[in-house]
């Protein structure tokens, strides 16, 4: 193993210190991603930098919360229904091969999920992505985000 260690903060990450997420949820585009949808459980961005069109991150949007199981049965089961409805919309939107949810929260452990579009061109066939495969150092056109967005955005709002 390299010499890696979980941040001396973690427990305070966890319980939501200065948690990034919770900053951001409810303040629309930012410097990662332009807002697509905002459900009664989450907030959904599409990724700016990227590889993979149609990526987008899902977000816990009440108080901070670090794991699904934090949530009683009813508001775990709108979370991830809002979560599949996105993945519902990138594949009609995208037509991916595959979409791959990713709840990992190793950074920033406030509850959100990675909807990840999967192309036949894409860096990693047949196995999982690593971060550097995903992201793009340069942002996609703004014209196009937001015209995915508003794409995204009407197919969700269909519901
Ligand atoms: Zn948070």
């Known amino acids: 193993m390299a010499d890696r260690s979980w941040p001396d903060d973690w ?13 951001a949820v409810g303040r629309g585009d930012n410097h990662f991603g332009v807002e697509v949808f905002r459900g009664q459980f989450a907030e959904v961005h599409l990724e700016r930098r990227t590889r993979l069109p149609g990526y987008c991150v899902v977000v ?26 996105v993945g519902c919309a990138v594949r009609a939107r995208f037509h991916p091969l595959k979409i791959n949810y990713m709840t990992l929260g190793n950074t920033v452990p406030h509850l959100h999920t990675h909807v990840v579009a999967r192309y036949r061109d894409d860096p990693a066939p047949g196995g999982p992505l690593a971060w550097d495969q995903i992201q793009a150092a340069d942002p996609a056109p ?18």
Do not use: F
């Open 142 to 159: 703004d014209a196009d985000l937001h015209r995915q967005a508003a794409d995204l955005r009407a197919l969700l709002s269909r519901g």
């Open 11 to 23: 427990n305070e990450r966890m319980a939501g210190r200065e948690c990034p997420m919770c900053a």
């Open 60 to 85: 816990w949007k009440h108080e901070h919360v670090a794991e699904p199981t934090d949530l009683d049965p009813a508001r775990a089961c709108g979370y991830w229904m809002e979560v599949l409805a």
